[in-house]
């Protein structure tokens, strides 16, 4: 199980008042936290603000370099702040995300090729979110007519499959489990990602079900996550879910 | 005791009295007796013993569950008659006179041979809860898997018998099994348990199997979820 640490984003109050203040302090620490918790990526996202982000962003860049040797996950919709924040990367940085809407297709999607980045892909189109798996699993193989034609290898792609709470529909772990399996069964080489809180927003006690949401989402073949890498209910659960899926052969490990 | 689990949602209360044969039968009915002074909810019957579930059995209120029969001779001639006679749900465990077999394979051929006798005897497959037996984790990468595996062939070649176990032998000689024993659960509540011997106040346990139901899409518009949310089960 791979980890994109999600702490450093500025649409998070209290990392947009650093982001502001320029308190690299703050924000090193987020980075050395998650990446002695086994952070794989540190997310770095600027906030919404557009004049500033491209400034932001390679602020945050150079703080979690100065902190940690963890890559970094760039996250922005912005060509302009990507194209200026990769070049003060030292590791070839992820990029979140590209989708199927024209504007990341164009915009980012060229990035992502011409730095051969690893990159978190959105199953969703100029319509927004898909309800069911075959729409999500159409995006998908659109997706991947375009990455290939330029290049992309498949498992340079991280696909999130997009979960909706299960607040406003009965079915909606089971569609984004299943869409999981076939995503695997019909295109082996892509990994899948997603965060662990979207299929409980609107719902009380949400770790709860984030945590079981996170142990099928592994049986049915994710392998990176976008969270807290120092969460213990997600860490247990991590540990737990790869012990019982036969995937941890040293046991003891953690 | 029974008052408490009663109170946590349990179908059935395990009663076993213990492995003194001598004392078993005297010592099972006082149980069942204690357990019925306190509550409705009908009793498991949990003895190897056949003279102590015959005398037992005469004392129950409601149609009890037998804990447990197998493929072992002993408990096929002793145990087996008293479920068909009475009528029972039972617990199966996958076992023969040779132990608990490694695979999936060996213990759906066992599953196979005592669904012969159970329907030879008239008892209907809804009554029978099939233990597939977890064997730790700690003694192979796989167990997991196997168990798991078991379970969806299970339901998918007998579709009307139900799957029961305990859930702790899946982490025993582990560390922090509780993180285990929860993962565990949900893993086996999706391949298809429905049933699970437990602790019904454990809250690792209740959490889990709401939150499960709730995923796997058995909780129709999130109201046992969010009722168990008002009555304070999610609590620290």
Redesign the interface.
Known sequence: MKIIGEKINGTRKRVAQAIQERDGAFIQNLAREQAAAGADWLDANAGTAPQREPEDLIWLVENIQAAVDTPVCLDSANPKALELAIKSVNKTPMINSISLEPARLEGVLPIVAAHKCPAVALAMDEKGIPKTKEERISIIGRMLEKTRSLGIPDGNLYFDPLAMT??TG??N??VFFDTIREIRKQFPDVHMTCGLSN?SFG???RS??N???L??AM?AGLDCAICDPNNQDIK??M???E????N??E??NG
Not at 243 to 246: A, I, R
Request: hydrophobic share 50%.
């Open positions: 299960i607040a009965n079915e772990g089971l299929i719902m009380p006690a709860f079900i945590r079981v949401f142990a099928y049986e247990t659960t540990l737990a879910g012990l019982l899926l036969g941890d052969r046991r003891g």
